[in-house]
């Protein structure tokens, strides 16, 4: 059965501390995304990846937050510092991108930072 | 860029009943529309999407219809059981495969 996993699922710390989030994408994704869910705000798309070159970033706080794919196993957020305000559910989705549309996302990473 | 809205917020429907979610887009270029479901704790879960080039796709229970003219697309939900009480979200894909979600639409179904 094949799915998105993300690590860690939830993750309690304090504000200035490092926090990273890592994605498993689907075996033979090409495409991942980060997006943020707040009550607030709602989703919100982050960054993404296509064969793990950064298309576009636009959404992320480029002072704290980094998105990086390592390989294409692996895709990692980081936020440093972290701050209470960036406290959310953090996604991870793989899709086949423009070729396919269909996005899946993981089950997500709750961030909560004191 | 894209913005899509989407109503009700919430919806509270008797079981056996259907349920109707509806979304506007802004941008005539956007071709690839997906619904998700969402229980709380998890991840979104595609439930069913349609393409530009299509006016309407039924999955079982649910349909999509699409309406490119009026740039607007909506879920249909037959036969409403109590699992089908979760937060559904409408989206539209730009020609680059990025989703615009709305705001999402919390459907309670009472027994």
């Known amino acids: 059965d094949a799915r998105v996993t993300q690590t860690p699922r939830h993750k309690v710390t304090e504000m200035g501390q490092e926090v990273t989030m890592r994605c498993q994408p689907i075996?033979?994704?090409?495409?991942v995304f980060w997006y943020r869910q707040t009550m607030m705000q709602g989703l919100e798309l982050l960054a993404y990846f296509r064969n793990r070159a950064p298309l576009d970033d636009s959404g992320m706080p480029k002072d704290r937050f980094s998105a990086e794919m390592p390989d294409a196993t692996l895709a990692t957020l980081k936020i440093q510092p972290s701050e209470p305000r960036d406290s959310a559910v953090y996604f991870c989705a793989s899709g086949l991108g423009p070729r396919g549309g269909e996005q899946f996302f993981g089950p997500g990473t709750r961030l909560t930072v004191l | 860029g894209e913005n899509v809205e989407q109503h009700p917020s919430t919806l509270s429907v008797q079981e056996g009943d259907s349920a109707v979610i509806k979304c506007t887009y802004s941008d005539s270029a956007s071709n690839y529309f997906p619904w998700y479901k969402q229980e709380l704790g998890k991840g979104p879960q595609l439930i069913i999407d349609?393409?530009?080039?299509?006016g309407e796709k039924k999955d079982q229970r649910i349909a999509v219809t699409l309406n490119k003219t009026a740039k607007h697309f909506s879920l249909h939900i037959t036969e409403t059981q109590p699992e089908d009480s979760a937060v559904y979200f409408c989206?539209?894909?730009?020609?680059?495969?990025?989703?615009?979600f709305g705001a999402g639409t919390q459907v309670v179904v009472t027994p």
């Open positions: 075996l033979g994704h090409n495409t």
């Open positions: 349609i393409r530009s080039n299509v």
């Open positions: 989206a539209a894909a730009d020609s680059w495969g990025k989703l615009q």
